[in-house]
């Protein structure tokens, strides 16, 4: 599925929690800037904290930035006015969360689940049970059609609540930690199911995990530290090449684990070994040691 035409595109994106309670402003994203491959599965991974669900509310329309822009297909969907953005998040994109409550109605079955979104644009009752089947085949749960939540397994949920988000053909698809609560056997499972949705398809999908089953697919891997990319990679790093993200100002963003070693100095030097090949060097220390 890979034809690498960019099918989100974040600039500048900065989002400030307004903490009523205790009168703080929190910095969830400063400045963060990434781009999403169309038809491609990209991982979003960080320390707790660092961004990534703030990221996906935002991505889902749930959450609007501080500012920034968020390009979705030829959409910025940080102009949303509140009607836009109900429309979008119930045409173009769907989401898969964690906790299993959060995703499926408790009273209805997997089969009457599948069909909320698809009741909310007002698609045809006879449109709809097909669309339905083909989801439960898809998630391949056609036997727990008439299930309820509490029958299906911690696995069986995040298939139906996949099915859910796919229910009115979105372009993107969502997903916050939705391996979190699973033991890694399900998981494992779920990850494939994961896949075989998005070869067939061909569904744009993000995902936020530290599912390290996930992570060493080798998918695109965004790595979030502090509301900011700071590296992309395609599976584990190696020792040797470490990963490093330019933004659009050419700020190169420095590992965490190597941050104490560059921290704000001037007197760094880059100097270029050849066409491809730059080293940076960073002057012994003086006065400490
Ligand atoms: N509704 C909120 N109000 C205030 N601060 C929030 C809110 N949601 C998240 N935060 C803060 O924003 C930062 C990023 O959180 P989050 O996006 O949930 O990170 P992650 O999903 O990577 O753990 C954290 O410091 C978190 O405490
Ligand atoms: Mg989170």
Not at 74 to 103: C, H, S
Not at 148 to 153: G, I, Y
Not at 198 to 208: P, R
Not at 220 to 232: E, F, H, K, N, Y
């Amino acid at each position: 599925m890979k034809n690498n035409e960019i099918f989100v595109e974040c600039t500048d994106l900065i989002k400030i929690y307004a903490d009523e309670k205790n009168r703080v402003r929190v910095p969830a994203l400063r400045g963060l800037e990434m781009k999403i491959n169309k038809g491609e599965i990209t991982l979003c991974v960080g320390p707790s904290g660092s961004g990534k669900s703030t990221l996906l509310n935002i991505l889902a329309g749930n959450l609007k930035p501080s500012a920034g822009v968020v390009r979705v297909g030829n959409t910025d969907i940080a102009k949303f006015t509140r009607a836009e953005m109900v429309d979008y998040r119930r045409k173009r994109v769907g989401v898969v969360w964690q906790l299993p409550q959060m995703n499926l109605i408790w009273e209805l079955s997997a089969s009457q689940n599948i069909q909320v979104p698809m009741r909310i644009l007002g698609v045809p009752r006879e449109e709809r049970m097909a669309r339905t089947k083909e989801l439960l085949e898809e998630v391949e749960l056609l036997d727990r059609a008439h299930h309820k939540p509490t029958q299906l397994s911690g696995g069986e949920i995040q298939r139906i609540s996949l099915a859910v988000a796919l229910s009115n053909k979105p372009e993107l698809v969502v997903l916050d930690e939705p391996t979190g609560e699973l033991d890694s056997q399900t998981s494992e499972k779920i990850i494939s199911f994961f896949e075989k949705i998005n070869e067939d398809l061909g569904v744009t999908m993000i995902l936020a995990t530290h599912d390290r089953r996930l992570i060493a697919r080798g998918y695109r891997t965004m790595l979030l530290v502090d509301g900011r990319i700071t590296s992309v990679r395609h599976g584990f790093a190696d020792e040797k090449n470490i990963p490093v993200f330019s933004d659009a100002f050419g700020a190169l963003q420095i590992p965490t684990n190597l941050r104490e070693l560059f921290k704000s100095r001037e007197d760094l030097l880059l100097s270029r070994e050849s066409e491809e090949i730059f080293k940076i060097f960073v002057p012994k220390d003086n006065g400490k040691e």
